[in-house]
């Protein structure tokens, strides 16, 4: 099946090539106007090229030989990708939007008829976390989780979602909890002769400021946002898991190895990348299953500047680290 659709797809591109060829030609160079020869040559290439990349799209989509779709969530779990702040953020992580678009474009794609949601995440931020579980959730098929290294906090957050999720033995799994912080910086301010002068409206409008104490009522404001993230939580995994509320706040917001999280529930397969592809072979009562990679088209500029990202987040990471926890900040992290 996989040959006949190469076959045709070639003969396709073949076809619209010596058809744009043909016209490129007469247009350009057999019947020149007010242009050179030369010129006319020039042009008539171009159009060939462009040509080429045109009909070879066409093809790719009218012989498609992929039926399910790969999505990857990897690093932690951002926005736009970025830490939010003036110095460089970590490498390698995953802007929620650009996943969302891709799942939303295999789901509009005729030719997929599974969703493969690749996760190899310690969590992230909440809502972008939620984002990326809702659009699996849209999606019109079956989807998968899949794990090797960790699937932790948001990344379980996002499997919850899907209708299973599959993992190694040595996979980190789990992590169903919120983590909220904020650096108190109030005794070196002291000690260097600063001081906090409060501008505000509204009680708890600087509730988790460093340069000062926090009062008991600001402790309990922040703690109960806290607490209703992980209701929210607690929610999400019960329901998209079909488990007993109790039973995850049981786990207290511990990781098991791939092994220990199967036996207790939070994993519903055990095997390898063949054999997940294995099982949605039967799944989808196909002769194979074909996984194209969907992920987002990347500037160039943006190509060329990862090298530089790495580079500056090596240099940069420890400042990065005392700089970002200017006020509080609430997270899904393992």
Request: glycine content about 10%; hydrophobic content about 40%; proline content about 4%.
């Amino acid at each position: 099946m996989v040959e006949t659709r190469t076959i045709s797809q070639l003969a396709v591109v073949a076809l619209g090539i010596v058809a744009v060829a043909i016209v490129s030609f007469g247009v350009f160079v057999l019947y020149p106007d007010s242009l050179t020869d030369l010129f006319g040559l020039v042009i008539a290439l171009a159009v060939i090229v462009l040509g080429i990349r045109v009909i070879s799209g066409i093809a790719s989509s009218m012989f498609a030989s992929y039926n399910v779709a790969e999505v990857a969530v990897e690093g932690p779990i951002t926005r736009d990708g970025g830490g939010g702040g003036p110095l460089p953020s970590r490498p390698q992580s995953t802007p929620a939007d650009d996943v969302v678009d891709q799942i939303d474009r295999a789901d509009e794609d005729e030719n997929v008829d599974a969703l493969l949601m690749k996760l190899n995440t310690p969590g992230g931020e909440v809502v972008p976390s939620d984002d990326i579980r809702l659009a699996a959730e849209r999606f019109d098929g079956p989807t998968v989780a899949y794990t090797t290294d960790v699937c932790a906090s948001g990344g379980y957050w996002i499997a919850s979602g899907c209708d299973a999720l599959w993992a190694r033995d040595g996979s980190i799994v789990g992590s169903i909890g919120v983590i909220g912080s904020r650096v108190n910086a109030s005794d070196l301010a002291e000690k260097v002769g600063l001081s906090y002068e409060r501008f505000a409206a509204g009680e708890f409008k600087d509730a988790g400021t460093p340069l000062k104490e926090l009062e008991e009522d600001e402790r309990a404001y922040l703690q109960g946002l806290i607490d209703d993230y992980y209701e929210t939580f607690v929610d999400r995994v019960s329901d998209g898991r079909d488990m007993d509320p109790e039973f995850v706040r049981d786990t207290e917001a511990r990781i098991y190895l791939g092994e220990q999280a199967h036996e207790l529930g939070l994993v519903d397969e055990l095997g390898t990348r063949r054999d997940l592809e294995d099982e949605l072979t039967d799944q989808l009562e196909t002769d194979e299953v074909v996984v194209e990679e969907f992920e987002p088209e990347r500037p160039l500029m943006a190509r060329l500047g990862t090298g530089a990202q790495q580079v500056a987040y090596s240099f940069g990471a420890g400042i990065a680290g005392i700089g970002a926890d200017r006020e509080f900040r609430l997270r899904l992290r393992n």
